[in-house]
């Protein structure tokens, strides 16, 4: 019924013994990523999702370096029961006394900039400053954040994956092993690295943003049907694009091109026909594959989550998706609802 309260299915992450709400909360926009947040609002945001029943949180030092897990600390510091909360490390933050860059993405970030460092040591002090700027002693999932040529390029990002490599996943295990954690991942723009991923050991999940969407399946294989193998969930993030998806016209953080608009628009005539909402249908689209645990979006007030509720409770028919396969705009293989393939 319209306006009741959606019942959530819960999935396992990996083969641990969490188990998260199929929708999640981000937490980048409550920071000010690209337009300024009221503190007031991003709080009432959480607060929102866990009245809606959501019990999976995702935030990171990145994030308004800083400001997001303070936000998010406050409201989760008193709720914090049966909610599962992941975090980010890669990154150390140190006082800034000067200009930002010009494309820093945060608006009202706090006064700290970013040093990239994935090793032992760094990792460790990322986890621990977390739980201080959360205001919690319990994080349940790390990801690796960043990491991979989209970021640092193909030179740069050598040095900081010897860093991973050499000390940073051993911190990871440690962490889980002692309980500090209980699972560690990436989170990551880029699947490419995640195969790489998988060459320095076992992960349990994947935070993975923009490449597994209703616009895009570049990740379906290898990089899907590897998880399955080795047992590892994903989380798929930014499941609107970057705002494409849902009426804006930005994708991967930019303006989109002209070929994006053409798909998109491929995409709406689909929705026209079946009078299926284009942002209903890229939230629910991820979690028809097997691997994918939860889907990622990242309101920034209790008014777009409400919005973001109600397209998750549209009744999408099975004939959609077969519709959206035969016209080519699925990429081969890709799951659909009732065991079928595109």
Same mark, same amino acid.
């Given at each position: 019924m319209a306006g009741a309260k959606p019942v959530f299915e819960t999935r396992r992450i990996g083969e641990t013994d969490l188990r998260i709400t199929t929708l999640g909360l981000g937490g980048a926009t409550l920071a000010g990523m690209r337009e300024r947040v009221p503190p007031e609002e991003a709080r009432a945001t959480v607060s929102a999702a866990l009245d809606a029943g959501i019990t999976y949180f995702d935030t990171a030092p990145r994030y308004g370096t800083?400001? *997001?897990?303070?936000?998010?600390?406050?409201?989760?510091?008193?709720?914090?029961?049966?909610?599962?909360? *992941?975090?980010?490390?890669?990154?150390?933050?140190?006082?800034?006394?000067?200009?930002?860059?010009?494309?820093?993405?945060?608006?009202?970030?706090?006064?700290?900039?970013?040093?990239?460092?994935?090793?032992?040591?760094?990792?460790?002090?990322?986890?621990?400053? *977390?739980?201080?700027?959360?205001?919690?002693?319990?994080?349940?999932?790390?990801?690796?954040?960043?990491?991979?040529?989209? @970021?640092?390029? !193909?030179?740069?990002?050598?040095?900081?994956?010897?860093?991973?490599?050499?000390?940073?996943?051993?911190?990871?295990?440690?962490?889980?092993?002692?309980?500090?954690?209980?699972?560690?991942?990436?989170? !990551?723009?880029?699947?490419? !690295?995640?195969?790489?991923?998988?060459?320095?050991?076992?992960?349990?999940?994947?935070?993975?943003?923009?490449?597994? @969407?209703?616009?895009?399946?570049? *990740?379906?294989?290898?990089?899907?049907?590897?998880?399955?193998?080795?047992?590892?969930? !994903?989380?798929?993030?930014?499941?609107?694009?970057?705002?494409?998806?849902?009426?804006? @016209?930005?994708?991967?953080?930019?303006?989109?091109?002209?070929?994006?608009?053409d798909r998109v628009r491929a995409i709406e005539a689909i929705c026209a026909d079946f009078n299926v909402p284009l942002p209903a249908a890229a939230l629910q689209f991820p979690l028809t594959h097997p691997a994918v645990c939860t889907v990622l979006p990242g309101p920034r007030s209790p008014q777009e989550l409400e919005g973001i509720l109600g397209w998750w409770q549209v009744n999408i028919p099975d004939g959609f998706w077969s519709a959206l396969a035969e016209k080519g705009l699925l990429s081969a293989g890709t799951p659909l609802p009732g065991g079928q393939a595109a």
């Amino acid at each position: 019924m319209a306006g009741a309260k959606p019942v959530f299915e819960t999935r396992r992450i990996g083969e641990t013994d969490l188990r998260i709400t199929t929708l999640g909360l981000g937490g980048a926009t409550l920071a000010g990523m690209r337009e300024r947040v009221p503190p007031e609002e991003a709080r009432a945001t959480v607060s929102a999702a866990l009245d809606a029943g959501i019990t999976y949180f995702d935030t990171a030092p990145r994030y308004g370096t800083g400001l *997001s897990e303070r936000l998010m600390g406050d409201v989760l510091r008193d709720r914090r029961a049966g909610t599962v909360l *992941s975090t980010k490390v890669g990154r150390l933050l140190k006082p800034l006394f000067g200009p930002r860059p010009a494309d820093f993405q945060f608006a009202g970030a706090l006064p700290f900039e970013e040093i990239f460092d994935y090793s032992y040591d760094a990792i460790m002090r990322s986890f621990e400053d *977390s739980q201080q700027r959360l205001g919690l002693n319990k994080i349940d999932i790390l990801y690796v954040h960043d990491i991979g040529v989209g @970021t640092h390029g !193909v030179e740069g990002n050598k040095p900081f994956w010897k860093q991973l490599e050499t000390g940073g996943y051993k911190a990871l295990e440690e962490l889980k092993r002692s309980g500090q954690i209980s699972a560690f991942g990436l989170g !990551v723009n880029e699947w490419e !690295v995640l195969m790489d991923a998988f060459e320095l050991g076992d992960w349990d999940v994947f935070l993975l943003a923009g490449r597994y @969407t209703l616009l895009e399946q570049t *990740s379906l294989n290898p990089f899907l049907s590897t998880c399955i193998k080795r047992k590892a969930s !994903v989380v798929a993030a930014a499941p609107f694009n970057s705002g494409i998806l849902v009426g804006g @016209t930005t994708w991967n953080y930019v303006a989109a091109p002209q070929d994006v608009l053409d798909r998109v628009r491929a995409i709406e005539a689909i929705c026209a026909d079946f009078n299926v909402p284009l942002p209903a249908a890229a939230l629910q689209f991820p979690l028809t594959h097997p691997a994918v645990c939860t889907v990622l979006p990242g309101p920034r007030s209790p008014q777009e989550l409400e919005g973001i509720l109600g397209w998750w409770q549209v009744n999408i028919p099975d004939g959609f998706w077969s519709a959206l396969a035969e016209k080519g705009l699925l990429s081969a293989g890709t799951p659909l609802p009732g065991g079928q393939a595109a």
